[in-house]
């Protein structure tokens, strides 16, 4: 990725989290919207309304520069369940790389917590001169536990892959991230 010296990551994850605090208070106020619906379902069982955040930890590192930092990616999802597959769209950020994706969430067993989640998205590297944008493709697995009627927690391992391009300079860069993550579901 072509940047100027005074452009490292490490200042693009500090401009990156103050502008995300918008972009964070926004999601809140969706989500405490979104989880006060009732999810009219049976109790301990995904099925119905969907709901989930997830916050952890990862790795992040861009293809061709040396830098990699820590990043605490971000998600909230929202959707509804048909049989054993939660269909949605969420919005994930790590305060680097924002974006918004479609997701499935698969439970082979409605009634256990083990899950599949593949998304497939559009994001945008921020900030950086020209904000490099592209599709954002993600896959995690997870086991979730019932803490309630309708809510579950758990972890997921997660790997996000994203290569993106600036079509005005003609520069590309791939950013990958495993991440760990703590997950809330409301179903």
């Known amino acids: 990725m072509e940047y100027s010296s005074s452009h490292s ?11 995300s605090g ?14 006060a619906q009732p999810a009219r379902a049976e109790s301990r069982r995904h099925d119905g309304f969907y709901a989930a955040a997830n916050i952890g930890v990862g790795y992040m590192k861009e293809s061709d520069d040396d ?3 820590i990043s605490l990616p971000i998600s909230l ?20 790389l924002y974006s918004v994706a479609l997701f499935a969430d698969i439970y082979p ?16 590297l921020f900030p950086t001169p020209k ?26 391992a997660r790997l996000t892959y994203a290569p993106l391009h600036d079509y005005e300079r003609e520069t590309s860069s791939q950013i990958y991230e495993p991440s760990l ?5 409301y179903q």
């Open 9 to 19: 990551m490490r200042q693009r994850v500090y401009a990156g989290r103050f502008w």
């Open 22 to 35: 918008g972009v964070i208070s926004t999601a809140g106020v969706i989500a405490s919207l979104a989880f």
């Open 67 to 69: 830098d990699r930092v």
């Open 77 to 96: 999802w929202s959707g509804y369940t048909y049989g054993t597959v939660a269909f949605g769209g969420g919005i994930n950020s790590n305060f680097l």
């Open 109 to 124: 067993d409605p009634k256990s917590g083990f899950h599949i989640m593949p998304s497939l998205g559009w994001g945008i």
């Open 131 to 156: 904000f490099h944008n592209g599709p954002v493709l993600a896959g995690g697995v997870g086991y979730d536990f019932w803490v309630g009627p309708e809510v579950s927690m758990g972890v997921m």
């Open 181 to 185: 993550l703590y997950t809330v579901t």
